[in-house]
């Protein structure tokens, strides 16, 4: 790395090696991200977290298991889809 600026050497080599480590952090925002939209349906959203508390409420368990499976598949494809480009990249990188 001799003969490189500071910018050079955060771009082009710190920033690479540390992206499959920062891609564990990105899935725990979306994760959470996730947990937040049930949550806020306590305080009166009116979103995907609202339904699924009004079927919490009632008798539907059809509406209900749906609309819980539908989050649930949500938080999964994206969970996949990070880990798998983490994975191709620490591959690519070792």
């Known amino acids: 790395m001799s003969g490189t600026t500071r ?7 710190q920033l690479p090696l540390a992206l499959p480590t920062m891609a564990v ?19 009166g959203t009116q979103d995907q977290g609202q339904e ?4 919490l409420a009632g008798a539907d368990l059809g509406k209900n ?3 819980g499976t539908c989050v649930f598949l949500m938080a999964l ?17 070792a």
Do not use: P
């Open 7 to 13: 910018m050079q050497k955060l771009w082009f080599v």
């Open 25 to 43: 952090e990105f899935n725990q925002a979306i994760m959470f991200a996730f947990f937040m939209v049930i949550i806020a349906a306590f305080i």
């Open 52 to 55: 699924l508390q009004r079927t």
């Open 65 to 67: 298991f749906v609309l």
């Open 77 to 93: 494809s994206f969970d996949m889809i990070i880990m798998k480009w983490r994975n191709d990249r620490k591959r690519r990188l």
